[in-house]
Antibody, heavy 120, light 110 residues
């Protein structure tokens, strides 16, 4: 079964750090670009970061650039999001998704999401 | 504020046809495809329409998409109660080197 499973969410204080993981199974992970998308409570979807299949290209939304680091380990079929200097407005459900084509908005497989709460 | 503009809400009765609009800029819509996602309550988004008007396997043909210039629309015919969800349009934005999403439209089946 093609599947993405996020983990690592939780409660963290403002200024703190958290590392999210996205574990892939059921497809050849190394062939696909991947993305992180977040959704604040009661709000819409917001793209966070994209990483190409071989990590050669990594892009970030302006809201997280300089604070978040996207990486992947194709040998472990996993993608990671290191989040530093967290702020209250980073509170959201974070989804990882498979980028079906690259440089499009075709995200054909999504994880169930992991909740990140930034609060003192 | 989202780069792509959608109405915040839409509604219809069972069996009716409803449309949801999405408008963008030349950097997002110009020559790029539009995609639609359905998010049922408490679940992850699901790809509904790709490349403006294509349906992934398993998506009923009651769902259709179209694009013209810097506007796109999602049409749902034969509305059913299980269609009650949030719908998001999305497109690649050349200026951002990333995708942009609409603010979402909450569809209510009356």
């Amino acid at each position: 079964e093609v599947q993405l499973v996020e983990s690592g969410g939780g409660l963290v204080k403002p200024g703190g750090s958290l590392r999210l993981s996205c574990a892939a199974s059921g497809f050849t992970f190394s062939r696909y670009a991947m993305i992180w998308v977040r959704q604040a409570p009661g709000k819409g979807l917001e793209w966070v970061s994209s990483i190409s299949s071989n990590s050669a290209y990594i892009y970030y939304a302006a809201s997280v650039k300089g604070r978040f680091t996207n990486s992947r380990d194709n040998a472990k079929n996993s993608m990671y999001l290191q989040m530093n200097s967290l702020r209250a407005d980073d509170t959201a459900v974070y989804y990882c998704a498979r980028d079906g084509v690259g440089a499009t908005a075709l995200f054909d497989i999504w994880g169930q999401g992991t909740m990140v709460t930034v609060s003192s | 504020q989202s780069v792509l503009t959608q109405p915040p809400s839409a509604s219809g009765t069972p069996g009716q046809r409803v449309t949801i609009s999405c408008s963008g800029s030349s950097s997002s819509f110009g020559s790029n495809y539009v995609y639609w996602y359905q998010q049922l309550p408490g679940t992850a988004p699901k790809l509904l329409i790709y490349r403006n008007n294509q349906r992934p396997s398993g998506v009923p043909d009651r769902f259709s998409g179209s694009k013209s210039g810097t506007s796109a629309s999602l049409a749902i015919s034969g509305l059913r109660s299980e269609d009650e969800a949030d719908y998001y349009c999305a497109a690649w934005d050349d200026s951002l080197s990333g995708p942009v999403f609409g603010g979402g439209t909450k569809l209510t089946v009356l």
